[in-house]
């Protein structure tokens, strides 16, 4: 059985982007019995939510873990909620930038986290990993993939959310380095770590599992 492990590559001129050094890293991987595959998605409004899509058509993953780069955030951010906007603040890596318009016409609002993400962090904290809960993905593709993926799931009973990274220690040390990093290797552990607990986990993102928001 399969969880999908999503990464991005890289944007916004940098070279690496640690979402994606860390799915990779964790591809073949077995955890609880399941094999983690990872999946690198473009840095693109318009392709993003094709490549996933294909992924989940492909791997029918018990599990899937979205994952991005949130440079400026000093820890492991679980998010809860996923919103249906795009506002962009930059282009993406095709030269687009939409703003104020919907991820998906006719969609809810913003649809919750399936991942037990309140075990998560504490098992997190509990390891000793930097870890919090965030009540805001962005507007960017990182947000737009997390909606998408919590729309494609909706009722399957398939556990699914996004978790946002921070920069790794060689690009603040490049651009900033007064801006919050972290080892690649924690970050790895972490992950590993989530995805055991969200494999195992019994607490939900939302009020009702899954649900949209009114």
């Not at 392709?47 to 058509?57: D, I, K, N, R, W």
């Not at 220690?169 to 607990?197: F, H, K, N, Y």
Request: with cysteine.
């Amino acid at each position: 059985m399969n969880i999908l492990i999503t990464g991005f590559e890289p944007f916004g001129g940098e070279a690496i982007n640690p979402s994606w050094e860390v799915a990779r890293a964790l591809h073949g991987e077995r955890i609880a019995g399941h094999t983690v595959q990872a999946c690198r998605l473009p840095t693109s409004f318009a392709g993003a939510p094709v490549a996933l899509t294909a992924a989940l058509a492909e791997l029918q993953p018990r599990l899937v873990l979205a994952l991005g780069q949130a440079s400026g955030r000093s820890e492991i951010s679980i998010e809860r909620i996923a919103i249906n906007l795009i506002d962009a603040r930059i282009a993406d890596n095709d030269g687009a930038r939409p703003q104020d318009r919907p991820v998906l016409a006719g969609a809810p609002p913003a649809w919750f986290s399936t991942l037990p993400v309140k075990a998560m962090r504490d098992a997190l904290r509990a390891a000793g990993h930097p870890a919090g809960l965030s009540l805001s993905a962005g507007a960017f593709v990182c947000n737009q993939v997390f909606f998408e993926l919590q729309h494609a799931l909706a009722g399957s009973g398939v556990r699914s959310g996004f978790v946002h990274v921070p920069a790794l220690s060689e690009q603040a040390a490049r651009t900033q380095p007064s801006v919050p990093s972290m080892v690649l290797s924690a970050q790895i552990d972490a992950i590993r770590l989530a995805v055991g607990v969200a494999l195992l986990g019994q607490d939900s993102g939302g009020p009702d599992e899954g649900a949209p928001t009114s």
